[in-house]
């Protein structure tokens, strides 16, 4: 089975049992400091499990390209990705919301989609459940359900660290998980929601629910008979692109997964610098180019885009004034101070110093990672408390110039709409304290005249110094005159109306200034294309 007829497959299996399929989250989420990335296809629904009534579904699917930087030291085994997409559904409020449902239907439709549907051998499939911990029962209710399915002749106790979920935050959900393994692997992990954490300890709560999460990847391994995720059609692209490369197993695996993620966190208008998530594409594009550069090949070779291009030029730049033996030559050992110090003085990640350690026969010290991520802490709180100073006595704070930003989006989209036509939608944005970026469909290059139209619109808005009001109003009144670009069932059954004058009125969380005055003058720094019909704004206030 390919990769594209198993997507179908599974999203095909759910919507014939009424789910609704939902779009995925963007790869960098919106309006959400708390994470870098999408990590898990629960991410965009997590409100819905301690207030069910904001969903419009008790029951949905999705297929979620994910990104985890906790699995990039683990790269370079058969079975860890950094970007992976995670196959899922969803239930919530039950047991009163209908159509919802709990453990049983969650665990019948698991066994029938992976026996009845896919056709993998039962007795390649073993479940765990959990045996209880933490003065948490065990989950005695999936027990009895496993033990009755026909075929599953393998059930496995697992303690907390293995078969209990939570977010480990106060007031977010958790519980219990069951999962299956398909020749030893896990390939889907069934989240069951009965908990709230409050004051430390999981109590049950009124709302349950149901979160699940499979690795497409690992389940399209083993489908076609792979032991190794890496051999899948996922890689095609860039497996072809180093066929004639005599890389070890593990330098293509690296290949093969960062080049994936570093094009999709491209996509997703992420540029590489020194904090957050270019940081992270940053280590991902330099610890390629080294395992390259032994081979004399160029990482464009695999990756053509402009940021790719830009970043190497400035690595190449960086590896040809650095030598790792040299600077270590009297211990040819790396401590944590020199791991440092490459890091902040040549620009040069954690991984990219151990692997250039690793090729040059170089030992690093016992505590070394360790003691590099304190620093790494360290450095990260003194370049905060450095930028908070800075705007003393005049600009306002990080999270003051990202509400300013916020408030810019919209007052960019009205100006689109008005020089490009109504039928302008929003289709991502991302919004730091430096600028701001923002999609939308339309299907060919913006003129020069075309640009300075909206920036003039924009700032005669701005010059206007209109208030920005907002009204508290049911969702279906609101969306009689408001245009909304995502699907309406990702709002609640009550919406906030963020309006600008007559010029701009959205559905939005907030949070805006209190006027548009405040904005100062905005600029388009740069309009190109996105992905086919998408094109991408960036733009600053000044």
Request: hydrophobic fraction near 35%.
């Amino acid at each position: 089975m390919d990769s594209t007829t198993l997507r179908n497959t599974f999203i095909d299996f759910f919507t014939k049992r009424a789910h609704t399929l939902i779009p995925p989250a963007p790869l960098v989420p919106e309006n959400d400091p708390s994470v870098l990335f999408t990590s898990a296809g629960m991410q965009q629904f997590k409100r819905y499990y301690s207030n069910p009534d904001l969903s419009s579904h008790s029951r949905i699917v999705t297929v979620q390209p994910c990104i985890r930087t906790s699995d990039i030291d683990e790269v370079g085994d058969s079975s860890h990705l950094t970007y992976f997409e995670m196959l899922g559904n969803f239930s919530f409020g039950f047991p009163s919301k209908a159509g919802s449902y709990f453990k049983e239907e969650a665990i019948t439709l698991a066994w029938e989609f992976l026996t009845d549907v896919l056709k993998i051998d039962t007795t390649r499939i073993y479940a765990t459940y959990f045996s209880g911990e933490k003065d948490i029962h065990a989950d005695m209710q999936s027990l009895g359900l496993l033990q009755k399915i026909d075929g599953l002749h393998e059930i496995k106790q697992q303690g907390f660290d293995d078969n209990f979920w939570s977010l480990s935050s106060e007031g977010s959900p958790g519980g219990p998980t069951v999962e299956f393994y398909v020749d030893g692997l896990e390939v889907w992990n069934l989240v069951f929601n009965e908990y709230i954490l409050e004051n430390g300890k999981y109590i049950p709560s009124k709302n349950k629910g149901v979160d699940t999460g499979m690795g497409f990847e690992r389940l399209l391994a083993t489908l076609n008979g792979k032991t190794d995720i890496y051999e899948t059609d996922v890689f095609d692209e860039y497996a072809t692109k180093i066929a004639g490369l005599s890389v070890d197993t593990r330098q293509k695996r690296i290949i093969l997964d960062h080049s994936r993620a570093i094009k999709n966190i491209g996509d997703a208008g992420v540029t590489p610098s020194n904090k957050d998530s270019g940081y992270i594409l940053r280590r991902l594009i330099r610890r390629v180019m080294v395992i390259l550069k032994k081979y004399d090949f160029p990482i464009t070779n695999i990756l053509g885009s402009d940021v790719v291009n830009q970043e190497a030029q400035k690595f190449n730049a960086t590896l040809q004034g650095f030598d790792i033996v040299s600077k270590t030559k009297k211990s040819h050992t790396v401590s944590a101070d020199q791991l440092f110090d490459f890091y902040q003085t040549n620009g040069i990640p954690l991984e990219v110093c151990l692997e250039l350690a690793h090729d040059n026969d170089i030992s690093v010290a016992d505590d070394a990672v360790a003691k590099f991520k304190e620093l790494f802490k360290i450095h990260q709180e003194k370049s905060k408390s450095a930028s908070a100073g800075m705007f003393k006595g005049g600009l306002a704070s990080g999270g003051e110039m990202e509400t300013k930003y916020h408030t810019a989006t919209h007052l960019l989209l009205a100006a689109l709409r008005q020089t490009l036509g109504e039928e302008i939608y929003q289709k991502g944005s991302n919004i730091t304290d430096e600028r701001l970026r923002f999609d939308f469909n339309y299907p060919e290059k913006l003129t020069d005249d075309q640009i300075i139209k909206v920036e003039d619109i924009v700032n005669e808005t701005i010059e206007k110094d209109i208030p920005v009001t907002m009204v508290e109003m049911p969702k279906e009144e609101a969306l009689k005159t408001v245009k909304v670009s995502f699907d309406p069932s990702k709002y609640g059954d009550m919406v906030k109306v963020y309006s600008i004058g007559d010029f701009s009125s959205e559905l939005c969380g907030g949070p805006h200034v209190g006027s548009t005055g405040v904005l100062g003058k905005f600029n388009i720094t740069k309009e190109e294309s996105s992905s086919a019909g998408v094109r991408r704004i960036k733009a600053v206030l000044q």
